[in-house]
């Protein structure tokens, strides 16, 4: 069974395999913030400004970095919307893996922790 606590303590790896609708449903099941569109995991963050912004983008890139797992960012003056895949799977056609649900759990706690507030 998939839980927060097993997100946040599992590091992303190389895969080749797809998630399958029923880890899909169970992973949105934990990551209620965030939705499947296009066959991408999507969540639009929002912050009171664009220091805010910038200072959560840089939080962010420390998780992408640290995880070697890179979502596309869409920033604006008081939000930034994550789209997140994995481009090995699928035959390389890409789609979802377990890495785009540990990635967003951590962004999900980077941002709970608030350390981006502070700049």
């Known amino acids: ?3 927060l606590a097993g997100l946040l303590q ?3 790896r190389h895969r080749d395999d797809a998630a399958t609708e029923a880890q899909l449903h ?3 099941a934990v990551l209620a913030d965030w939705s499947v569109d296009n066959g991408r995991l999507v ?3 929002r912050f009171a400004d664009y220091h805010q912004t910038i200072a959560f983008v840089n939080a962010l890139a420390a998780v992408a970095h640290r995880e070697d797992h890179h979502p596309e960012l869409v920033v604006g003056y008081n939000r930034c919307t ?3 895949d ?3 799977v699928n035959g390389g056609k890409g789609g979802l893996s377990e890495n785009d649900f540990i990635c967003a759990a951590k962004i999900d706690d980077a ?3 608030g350390s981006w507030q502070n700049g």
């Open 1 to 3: 069974m998939l839980t």
């Open 10 to 12: 599992s590091d992303c």
């Open 26 to 28: 169970e992973a949105l």
């Open 43 to 45: 969540r639009t963050f």
């Open 82 to 84: 994550v789209r997140d």
């Open 86 to 88: 994995t481009h090995s």
């Open 111 to 113: 941002f709970r922790q």
